[in-house]
């Protein structure tokens, strides 16, 4: 069966504080998608990342950042130096490479709260 | 590009009515996607349409639920009766095909409508 869990519901921090949000996957696939979405408070879906299950190079874009390891089934995310815009509900999703199938199996959240 | 679009963004309903939420696709996109997403169990996938045909509906709670798209342009997600416990955030989501393959994005998803049945 395929999984995403993301174990940590809330987090809290104060403004530029690094923040890593864990992702942990399950799947017998070996091919398959990661991805990172943000969702703020205005409700809005937003992409962060794709990974294919091929490339474990680590990606960094400003401040957010992604370790990809196959070998712990993770794909977390950090953000250096956090900031109040930061704070939304970050979710990790798993796609599979299923035909015509194009299923997201969605992790439950972390609600990320940067304070100032 | 305009995005995905959908309307309306808010519905307010009685518990019994009819109500229809729509979804305008990304021009070229050929899969649909409805999903539903409540404090209690996340985002959960409702229905997905591959060129205009319904591919897995394993997602949708009960008959009184039902989704169509007449064309690549155009879908609909209907419930009859509605219920208090329908009271969620739909989202529609559209991409083209092996989009995960090759756009990055894989999918663009739109506003969402906030349905409250009261």
């Known amino acids: 069966a395929q999984k995403v869990t993301q174990a940590q519901t809330e987090i809290s921090v104060v403004e530029k504080e690094d923040v890593t949000l864990d992702c942990v996957y399950e799947?017998?696939?070996?091919?398959?998608?990661l991805f990172w979405y943000k969702q703020p408070p205005s409700g809005e879906l937003v992409f962060l990342i794709r990974?294919?299950?091929?490339d474990e190079q680590n990606e960094i874009s400003g401040r957010y950042s992604w370790n990809f390891q196959k070998s712990t089934s993770s794909f977390n995310f950090t953000i250096t130096a956090s900031q109040v815009v930061d704070s939304a509900v970050y979710f990790c999703?798993?796609?599979?490479?299923?035909?015509?199938?194009?299923?997201?199996?969605w992790g439950l959240g972390t609600s990320l709260a940067v304070n100032p | 590009d305009a995005g995905v679009i959908q309307s309306p963004r808010h519905e307010v309903t009685e518990m019994g009515q009819e109500v229809t939420l729509r979804c305008k696709p990304i021009?070229?996109?050929?899969?649909l996607f409805w999903y539903r997403q409540t404090m209690m169990r996340g985002l959960e996938l409702l229905i997905y349409?591959?060129?205009?045909?319904?591919?897995?509906d394993s997602g949708m709670p009960e008959d009184r639920f039902s989704a169509k798209m007449p064309n690549a342009s155009f879908s609909t997600l209907k419930i009859q009766p509605s219920e208090p416990r329908d009271s969620a955030v739909y989202f529609c989501?559209?991409?083209?095909?092996?989009?995960?393959?090759?756009?990055?994005?894989?999918?663009?998803f739109g506003s969402g409508t906030r349905l409250t049945v009261v």
């Open positions: 989501a559209s991409s083209t095909d092996r989009a995960i393959t090759i756009v990055p994005t894989g999918y663009t």
């Open positions: 021009s070229g996109h050929n899969s």
């Open positions: 349409f591959n060129n205009n045909v319904p591919i897995d």
């Open positions: 799947t017998r696939d070996t091919t398959y998608y």
């Open positions: 990974r294919n299950s091929f």
């Open positions: 999703a798993l796609s599979l490479n299923a035909g015509n199938n194009r299923k997201l199996i």
